[in-house]
Each structure stands twice: as structure tokens, then as C-alpha cells.
């Protein structure tokens, strides 16, 4: 059985992107100042205009127009070709007072502190065994043409060309197993004066030869690079931005579900990141110990709960148990509390805007992608096997 799975990824000064990078930044900045900052920021990138919008709560006030300037500059843009317009508030006493003090604290002495979810909802964590990563390989390989890409723009490996840019991948696959390339899609800003036959054939050599060295393209793979021709306007100029309009590209590219909730420019008690970076440790661990192949795993939360009110495993045929003993396995073996999350993975520090670019995950620098013996033998003892 063939088919073909494709996913993209952009770069650093995509519209939407840069809105992500600007948005992390203020959290990072927030969090330099007050680890315990509540932020849930959202940015909005047009021609000439950033707008920065939400709630923060923190101890300490943060430059928000100088943190944007920066993200600006670093993303390839000219801060001074934007006006920065700010309308931020504090978070709602109602919601902070959920989050403050969970529920089952309240219904008992409330003598203990225990967090609240942030909000309600279902998050979902993916692995697959098809790559070291443990990301689906359409979406690991479109991440690093548009890293590259970054590099060869800021470097100048490739000159004459900016910051705003695309790429897609389509593998092919047989019976389950990645065995071809099957199309690559690069499209990339670049100036006035670039010659186009020029761009492509950079592109090709500088970009997608690395990019595909450890899963070569081959006679029949289609390239195509700019398609729709010149790309000379990109941006915010030519497209609005908004926060949290690339969460395929965020985690898994379209090949797992998603449960809806953005995560750049919101801190850690907001389970809809927090949440997600665990089950996305959850489902790596397992495929890691060998107990599956491909794993999701889908943790819900009530807001002002700790305790989540569901949690579900599907190995999709793949596994070595059943579902529903992995479902039951999980609780027990991990901390699936908002508290526990943040303290376990290190979610009060500023390094969120690492995340921003290239997926959430993958990265081994974050503490969410480590894989441990440790989770393994728990999960062998709960299961009674041998992993």
C-alpha cells in the first residue's frame, strides 16, 4: 500500500512566525523579571504595524515596545518600518483565582498549594519511530530547509535573499515506511534584482542537498522553488501576521491531531502549552521504550482543576499492550498536574522563543524531547512486561 503524507514548515520572518517570535519574547522578557509572570499575549503583524494585545501579570514592568523592536531585528526586519501600538491588561481575578488555588483544594481544608489548569481543553502528544526525532519525517525535513534557509539568509551563504519563506514536503510511503521524496516546495522572499535561475539553483545546492543528505531526492522527485514566480514583496507588508495561526507547523505538520489551543505568548500555566509539551514526553517515552510505534496520547483538563478529567493512548496497531493499559499506565507513571509539569520540565525560565521557529519539538535541548530509562522501567513495572 502506498501514500503520500506532506507537511510544511516557514521561516523566521513569516508574518505569522514573526507574531509567535514577538509574543515568546515578551513572555521571556516577563519571566526574566518575575518567574511567576501569567502572560497570554497576542501580536498582530501588518504593513508598517505591529499590535500587541492581552493580559500580563507581573511583578515587575517590562519595555514591551523594546522587547518587539528586538524580536523585530532579529527576525530580519527594520524596526524602524514599524509603529509598535500596546493594549495590554491584567489577567481576570476570576481566572487567576482558578488557576491560584485548583479545585480540589477548595473542596477540601485549602491547606495545600496545588495549580489549576489555565484553561480547559483537550491537548495531544504525537511520536513516531520513523525518524530519531520522533517527528514524522515530511515535517522534520520541511523544518530544516527553512532552518537552513535562515542560515544561508543570515550568513550570507545565499545573497539577496530576506527573511519571509516557505517550504513543504511530500514523502512517499509503503506500507507505513518512508521510502521517497516525492515533491519539495521552497518559496523564499528575495530582492528586486535577484536573477530567478540563479536563486533556484543556489537554493537547490546551498539548501536542499543538506537538507536531504540523509534521505536523498532522487530522478523522479519534483522541485519547485517560487513557484508562483517573483516573490519580492513579503512580510507583514504582504500579509497579515497573527499569533498562533501556524500550530500545524508548531507540532506534528497535519499528520496528528491537534487540540486547538496555540501556545506562543502564553506561560506555563496555560495547559494548552504546558499540557502539550507533556504529552508530547508522554508519547516519545513510549515510543522510545519500543512499546509502540507510533503513539498519541491526549491528556483534558477543566480549568481551576489540577487532576485531568481524561486521558487517552492510541498506538495505531503499533503498540505491545492495549490502548486502554497504556491509558491506565500513564497517570501513574507521570506528572500530569499543572504544578508538576511546570516544576518537572523547567517551564518558569525564559526560553521560549527558541520554540518559536521550527516546531516545538524535536529540539533535544528542551527538557519535554528527553527520553529517560527511568519512564521506561516504570512504565515495564505498571504494564508487567519487558520493554
Same mark, same amino acid.
Given at each position: 500500500?502506498?501514500?503520500?503524507?506532506?507537511?510544511?514548515?516557514?521561516?523566521?520572518?513569516?508574518?505569522?512566525?514573526? @507574531?509567535?517570535?514577538?509574543?515568546?519574547?515578551?513572555?521571556?522578557? @516577563?519571566?526574566?523579571?518575575?518567574?511567576?509572570?501569567?502572560?497570554?499575549?497576542? !501580536?498582530?503583524?501588518?504593513?508598517? /504595524?505591529?499590535?500587541?494585545?492581552?493580559?500580563?501579570?507581573?511583578?515587575? /514592568?517590562?519595555?514591551?515596545?523594546?522587547?518587539?523592536?528586538?524580536?523585530?531585528?532579529?527576525?530580519?526586519?527594520? #524596526?524602524?518600518?514599524?509603529?509598535?501600538?500596546?493594549?495590554?491588561?491584567?489577567?481576570?481575578?476570576?481566572?487567576?483565582?482558578?488557576?491560584?488555588?485548583?479545585? &480540589? !483544594? /477548595?473542596?477540601?481544608?485549602?491547606?495545600?498549594?496545588?495549580?489549576?489548569?489555565?484553561?480547559?481543553?483537550?491537548?495531544?502528544?504525537?511520536?513516531?519511530?520513523?525518524?530519531?526525532?520522533?517527528?514524522?519525517? #515530511?515535517?522534520?525535513?520541511?523544518?530544516?530547509?527553512?532552518?537552513?534557509?535562515?542560515?544561508?539568509?543570515?550568513?550570507?551563504?545565499?545573497?539577496? *535573499?530576506?527573511?519571509?519563506?516557505?517550504?513543504?514536503?511530500?514523502? &512517499?510511503?509503503?506500507?507505513? *515506511?518512508?521510502?521517497?521524496?516525492?515533491?519539495?516546495?521552497?518559496?523564499?522572499?528575495?530582492?528586486?534584482? %535577484?536573477?530567478?535561475?540563479?536563486?533556484?539553483?543556489?537554493?537547490?545546492?546551498?539548501?536542499? &542537498? #543538506?537538507?536531504?543528505?540523509?534521505?536523498?531526492?532522487?530522478?523522479?522527485?519534483?522541485?519547485?522553488?517560487?513557484?508562483?514566480?517573483?516573490?519580492?514583496?513579503?512580510?507583514?507588508?504582504?500579509?497579515?501576521?497573527?499569533?498562533? /495561526? %501556524?500550530?500545524?507547523?508548531?507540532?506534528?505538520?497535519?499528520?496528528?491531531?491537534?487540540?486547538?489551543?496555540?501556545?506562543?505568548?502564553?506561560?506555563?500555566?496555560?495547559?494548552?502549552?504546558?499540557?502539550?509539551?507533556?504529552?508530547?514526553?508522554?508519547?516519545?517515552?513510549?515510543?522510545?521504550?519500543?512499546?509502540? %510505534?507510533? @503513539?498519541?496520547?491526549?491528556?483534558?483538563?477543566?480549568?481551576? %482543576?489540577?487532576?485531568?478529567?481524561?486521558?487517552?493512548?492510541?498506538?495505531?496497531?503499533?503498540?505491545? !499492550?492495549?490502548?486502554?493499559?497504556?491509558?491506565?499506565?500513564?497517570?501513574? !507513571?507521570?506528572?500530569?498536574?499543572?504544578?508538576?509539569?511546570?516544576?518537572?520540565?523547567?517551564?518558569?525560565?525564559?526560553?521560549?522563543?527558541?520554540?518559536?521557529?521550527?516546531?516545538?519539538?524535536?529540539?533535544?535541548?528542551?527538557?519535554? &524531547?528527553?527520553?529517560?530509562?527511568?519512564?521506561?522501567?516504570?512504565?515495564?513495572?505498571?504494564?508487567?512486561?519487558? @520493554?
Amino acid at each position: 500500500m502506498r501514500n503520500h503524507l506532506t507537511s510544511e514548515s516557514v521561516c523566521q520572518g513569516h508574518p505569522d512566525k514573526l @507574531c509567535d517570535y514577538i509574543a515568546d519574547s515578551i513572555l521571556d522578557a @516577563c519571566l526574566s523579571v518575575d518567574a511567576y509572570s501569567r502572560v497570554a499575549c497576542e !501580536v498582530m503583524a501588518t504593513k508598517g /504595524r505591529i499590535i500587541v494585545a492581552g493580559e500580563i501579570t507581573s511583578r515587575s /514592568r517590562i519595555n514591551v515596545r523594546e522587547t518587539v523592536r528586538t524580536a523585530l531585528a532579529e527576525s530580519g526586519y527594520n #524596526p524602524k518600518d514599524f509603529t509598535i501600538s500596546v493594549f495590554l491588561h491584567n489577567q481576570s481575578s476570576d481566572i487567576a483565582g482558578g488557576v491560584d488555588t485548583a479545585l &480540589e !483544594v /477548595r473542596d477540601a481544608d485549602g491547606s495545600k498549594e496545588e495549580l489549576g489548569a489555565g484553561d480547559q481543553g483537550t491537548v495531544y502528544g504525537y511520536a513516531t519511530d520513523e525518524t530519531p526525532t520522533c517527528i514524522p519525517l #515530511p515535517l522534520e525535513l520541511s523544518h530544516r530547509i527553512c532552518s537552513i534557509l535562515d542560515k544561508c539568509r543570515k550568513n550570507g551563504t545565499i545573497m539577496g *535573499i530576506r527573511s519571509d519563506g516557505k517550504a513543504q514536503v511530500s514523502v &512517499e510511503y509503503e506500507d507505513g *515506511i518512508p521510502v521517497r521524496v516525492a515533491a519539495v516546495i521552497v518559496s523564499v522572499q528575495h530582492d528586486r534584482d %535577484k536573477n530567478l535561475d540563479s536563486l533556484k539553483a543556489e537554493i537547490i545546492e546551498k539548501v536542499l &542537498e #543538506p537538507a536531504f543528505i540523509h534521505f536523498p531526492l532522487d530522478a523522479r522527485t519534483r522541485i519547485l522553488i517560487n513557484p508562483s514566480g517573483r516573490f519580492v514583496e513579503g512580510g507583514p507588508a504582504a500579509d497579515t501576521g497573527l499569533t498562533g /495561526r %501556524k500550530i500545524m507547523v508548531d507540532t506534528y505538520g497535519g499528520l496528528a491531531l491537534h487540540g486547538g489551543g496555540a501556545f506562543s505568548g502564553k506561560d506555563p500555566t496555560k495547559v494548552d502549552r504546558s499540557g502539550a509539551y507533556m504529552a508530547r514526553m508522554i508519547a516519545k517515552n513510549i515510543v522510545s521504550a519500543g512499546l509502540a %510505534k507510533r @503513539c498519541g496520547v491526549s491528556i483534558s483538563y477543566a480549568i481551576g %482543576k489540577a487532576e485531568p478529567v481524561a486521558v487517552n493512548v492510541h498506538t495505531f496497531a503499533t503498540g505491545r !499492550v492495549d490502548d486502554a493499559r497504556l491509558a491506565e499506565a500513564v497517570p501513574r !507513571v507521570f506528572n500530569l498536574k499543572p504544578k508538576d509539569i511546570i516544576e518537572e520540565l523547567g517551564l518558569r525560565i525564559p526560553m521560549y522563543n527558541l520554540t518559536s521557529n521550527y516546531g516545538h519539538f524535536g529540539n533535544a535541548l528542551f527538557a519535554w &524531547e528527553q527520553v529517560s530509562e527511568l519512564y521506561a522501567n516504570m512504565l515495564e513495572k505498571e504494564l508487567g512486561i519487558n @520493554c
